[in-house]
């Protein structure tokens, strides 16, 4: 959208990261940084305690029901270590994305959905969604009262209805 906006129509953003300031659990994403014991404990320590982070999954769906084969499926994946190990890297990556984009938002000039909502849990709507609509040119913001992080899963028809109107 910043190097090549011929070649966007638009974005659509749902409960995303806009700005961070302190990086969530970011002590346990460099485990597998660390030279010589980082492999090891992901590899020993991660199969292990990935099994005991379902509350993750309530945090995200709340305060809708917690979909209980999409948590098992998910704690299956991220028990992994290599899976564990790329989730790391990507989250890395998206919190050193983010804060070398954040400053160039008022750049874009792209027509952006924001979507959030107002109960979730793990990004604040207010910094990660209000503040970016403010700082975007040409955006608009939709607030599902009452919606957690995985609005995605929980209000389907709202993000299918924010989908179709960018694509017209």
Known sequence: MLDYPDQVKGAVLISGVAYIDEVEG???LNIPNI??????LTNTLIPIGGRFA???????FWPAETDEAYVDTMLSLYSRPSQFTATAR?????YESVNAISPRYNEINVPVSIVFGTSDQLLDFETDGIALDDALPNSSLVLIEGGGHK????HQDIILEVIDQMHQ
């Open 35 to 40: 030279p010589l014991v980082g492999p090891v």
């Open 54 to 60: 379902s509350g993750i999954y309530e945090q995200a």
């Open 151 to 154: 609005i995605h899963h929980t």
């Open 90 to 94: 990507e989250l890395n990556y998206m």
């Open 26 to 28: 970011g002590a346990i």
